[in-house]
């Protein structure tokens, strides 16, 4: 198993079908990427076009990963946009194609994320998961920590409210896998 990470593509529209394309069947198969399935290419273009303009004209980032020449993975570096939070970002999107899923793919493409990220000199990494998928312990095994929750902030469904779980990692602390120098 061995992703090729390319990051900030240039946004091709080959490129954005091919990100809507996996948006789709992402969602489609249950992810919890902005959408509740069923949903089709129109409509995830709604929130995939915003998206990507503010990766081509910045300031976001975005992070791919292929499996040989297809595009199975993508996370978004999302500025928060406000000046005091220029040593962090968030990650949206994080996805990974179903197809692929159960390999450790969404492991290696949050390995490369937090890898980017210090090469970037940020000082932390920001998610949050829409409770009720056990995400949470996903990202708790990479170091993320949980800081916070908005009660039924998701609204799934009539009846279907879920916890949005705000998670935090810490980049300015050495990883337990990193020596040290002591």
Request: proline fraction near 5%; charged fraction near 30%.
């Given at each position: 198993m061995s992703l090729r990470f390319v990051l900030d593509p240039e946004l091709t529209d080959d490129l954005r079908e091919r990100i809507v394309a996996l948006w789709v069947d992402v969602t489609?198969?249950?992810?919890a990427v902005g959408f509740v399935a069923p949903?089709?290419?129109a409509e995830v273009r709604t929130i995939a076009d915003?998206?990507?303009?503010?990766?081509?004209?910045?300031?976001?980032?975005l992070l791919l990963g292929y499996d040989g020449d297809r595009l199975v993975a993508m996370a978004i570096f999302t500025d928060p946009r406000f000046h005091l939070k220029t040593h962090l970002r968030?990650?949206?999107?994080?996805?990974?194609h179903p197809d692929m899923q159960g390999r450790?793919?969404?492991?290696a493409l949050m390995r490369?994320?937090?890898?980017?990220?210090?090469?970037?000199?940020?000082?932390a990494l920001h998610v949050t998961v829409r409770d009720g998928f056990g995400l949470d312990r996903f990202y708790r095994r990479l170091g993320y920590h949980e800081v916070g929750r908005w009660p039924a902030a998701i609204r799934v469904a009539p009846g279907d409210d879920r916890?949005?779980?705000?998670?935090?990692?810490?980049?300015?602390?050495?990883?337990q896998d990193e020596p040290t120098n002591s």
């Amino acid at each position: 198993m061995s992703l090729r990470f390319v990051l900030d593509p240039e946004l091709t529209d080959d490129l954005r079908e091919r990100i809507v394309a996996l948006w789709v069947d992402v969602t489609n198969a249950g992810g919890a990427v902005g959408f509740v399935a069923p949903v089709d290419a129109a409509e995830v273009r709604t929130i995939a076009d915003p998206t990507l303009a503010a990766i081509a004209d910045g300031p976001d980032r975005l992070l791919l990963g292929y499996d040989g020449d297809r595009l199975v993975a993508m996370a978004i570096f999302t500025d928060p946009r406000f000046h005091l939070k220029t040593h962090l970002r968030v990650l949206t999107r994080v996805m990974v194609h179903p197809d692929m899923q159960g390999r450790g793919f969404g492991e290696a493409l949050m390995r490369e994320a937090e890898r980017v990220a210090r090469r970037l000199g940020l000082a932390a990494l920001h998610v949050t998961v829409r409770d009720g998928f056990g995400l949470d312990r996903f990202y708790r095994r990479l170091g993320y920590h949980e800081v916070g929750r908005w009660p039924a902030a998701i609204r799934v469904a009539p009846g279907d409210d879920r916890d949005e779980i705000l998670m935090w990692l810490d980049l300015t602390a050495a990883r337990q896998d990193e020596p040290t120098n002591s």
